[in-house]
């Protein structure tokens, strides 16, 4: 975008927020005025015509004539003849309407629709005082009204809606036209000052323009004023003597780059096989921090193949290799799409974790959504698997969230980019577990902290993993719960509650109900096993509910 424009669509949004509020607040004030006035005028016409209504009924009061309809039939045919006289337009009328609607005295000639009709009963019955814009032989109108009880009559004083609001309408126009001429005027002045302040700029551009086409570094800017623009052409020719003399230096650099550039590509490429391309990154900014390491809050995330060895006794080496790596492939794909980073094959089973090189608020969500993507995605490799006849794998993932060390671990000849610490262990743990659970995904306490209410799970035991007295409340989750699974899951949860409550009767009857709705649910059949034998022999006073996995 040009200098030029850019100074037009500054500064034109200035001039025209500038100019339409004066407009507008002289429109304002001028429309406000009129209507004020009209309004003023049409109620006192309105009460003029009620206290002439109001006389001639107290003439027949004062004279008892009140009960002689010869006499009212007078003095509402004068009403009407004080209401012709009122009349200062073809436009303006007066109308009178008994109880139902119905029209007893009109100074023009109108038929009402019944919708009209309707809609004026609403105003009778009312007894509106109010201004009031009706519909009355198909016009609308702006009317003024009361209620006359003598006669039983609502009597409306009407002008029409465009003849009542014909002044302001016209100011309205006349608004808009001084507006969008003042727009105008703006613009064209707008465009001759930024085209004057803008040509010495497109002087210099064009000098620029030549030197770039034609490589002639000694050309020169000619200096036109002695302003801002007069110091630009002057720098820049002080710039293009500095580039000149080093021209020749600039080229040999060049070369150097290109070479050092086409080593780094090649070794970028082989090594972020093994190590996260960030690490990478961090090692050329920084190569004296490789051997430097931090704690850090991330998820650990243990995936593993179960019964592998029998699965391995049914194939040959080589199909078995190339089922490992197809399935790897899934897996890592999922990984690393999540933000993982693959710390490890150790055999059949994979190490990822969340949350270094680089760190993210959400890394122990990805970890939870990258196991469950990773359950789905190894029934897509088994669909191939079936296909080609070949044995289908299972997998049990664990995960866990908490602090460890992180860091290139080893020496300046070997090292690995990995995490170390107890969280670690215990996502292994939570690996084992999974098959005695029966559930595909564990993840511990610390990372159900870290999901909060963005995916409903599961609490699935209080376990004490080998090495370990402190227990530590293990879950599962899911992103994909069908009504009947999710009913279950509630009922699980609440049953857990019972059960750490010591209230094992609840927790049968609950649990009897999670197992009805999925039937040979392992984990929920773990609990209750122990919720019934508690219900029998109640534990200890100092039962906690911990489960202690000695082998696990």
């Not at 592998?308 to 897996?331: K, R």
Request: glycine residues 6%.
């Amino acid at each position: 975008m040009k200098i030029r424009l850019k100074v037009v669509l500054v500064v034109l949004p200035i001039v025209v927020v500038a100019v339409t509020l004066v407009g507008a607040a002289s429109y304002f004030s001028a429309t406000a005025g009129i209507t004020r006035i009209a309004h003023e005028f049409l109620d006192f016409k309105t009460q003029e015509l009620e206290k002439y209504a109001l006389g001639q009924w107290q003439l027949l009061l004062d004279n008892d004539l009140a009960d002689q309809s010869e006499m009212v039939e007078a003095t509402q045919f004068g009403v009407e003849s004080f209401a012709r006289g009122m009349l200062r337009s073809d436009t303006e009328a007066i109308y009178a309407f008994d109880p139902d609607g119905r029209l007893v005295m009109a100074t023009d000639e109108v038929s009402l629709s019944e919708q009209e009709r309707n809609a004026l009963r609403e105003l009778i019955d009312a007894r509106s005082t109010e201004l009031t814009t009706p519909t009355i032989g198909g016009v609308q109108r702006v009317a003024k009204g009361f209620f006359f009880a003598p006669y039983g009559w609502y009597v409306l004083h009407s002008e029409h809606y465009d003849v009542f609001y014909r002044d302001v309408q016209r100011i309205t126009q006349q608004t808009v036209l001084v507006l969008a001429a003042a727009v105008l005027l703006s613009v064209i002045f707008l465009v001759m000052f930024s085209g004057t302040l803008t040509r010495p700029l497109r002087t210099v551009v064009t000098s620029m323009r030549r030197i770039i086409a034609s490589n002639d570094l000694s050309e020169r800017v000619p200096v036109q004023y002695r302003d801002e623009t007069g110091e630009l052409a002057h720098t820049f020719n002080i710039m293009t003597e500095e580039l000149d003399r080093a021209y020749t230096q600039i080229k040999s650099y060049a070369l150097q780059a290109v070479v050092a550039r086409k080593k780094e590509s090649k070794i970028r490429n082989i090594f972020q096989k093994y190590v996260p391309q960030e690490l990478i990154d961090r090692f050329y900014a920084n190569p004296e921090s490789m051997l430097v390491g931090e704690n850090r809050n991330l998820a650990v995330l243990f995936s593993d193949i179960r019964s592998f060895t029998s699965i391995s006794e049914q194939m040959t080496p080589e199909l078995l290799v190339e089922s490992l790596n197809q399935y790897f492939s899934v897996m890592v794909d999922i990984i690393m799409e999540r933000g993982g980073v693959i710390d490890k094959y150790i055999g059949d089973a994979i190490m990822a974790f969340f949350g270094a090189p680089v760190q993210h608020s959400d890394d122990g969500y990805q970890s939870v959504l990258a196991a469950l993507e990773m359950c789905r995605g190894v029934e897509t490799f088994n669909e191939a698997q079936r296909a080609a006849g070949r044995p289908e794998f299972r997998i049990g993932i664990g995960v866990n969230y908490g602090e460890v060390t992180v860091g290139n671990i080893g020496t300046d000849k070997k090292m690995d980019y990995t995490v170390i610490g107890d969280m670690v262990n215990l996502a292994s743990r939570l690996e084992g577990l999974t098959k005695y659970y029966g559930e595909p995904l564990l993840i511990s306490h610390s990372l159900w902290e870290q999901l909060g209410d963005r995916l409903p799970t599961r609490l699935i035991d209080t376990v004490a993993v080998k090495g370990k007295k402190q227990g530590v409340r293990i879950y599962t989750a899911s992103d994909r719960l069908g009504e009947a699974e999710a009913k279950a899951w509630r009922l699980h949860n609440q049953a857990m509650e019972r059960y750490y409550r010591r209230d094992f009767v609840a927790t049968v009857k609950l649990l009897h109900e999670v197992t009805e709705a999925l039937p040979g649910d392992a984990a929920a059949g773990r609990i209750l096993e122990r919720a019934q034998r508690y219900a029998e022999q109640p534990p200890e006073p100092n039962w906690t509910g911990i489960e202690v996995m000695e082998s696990k």
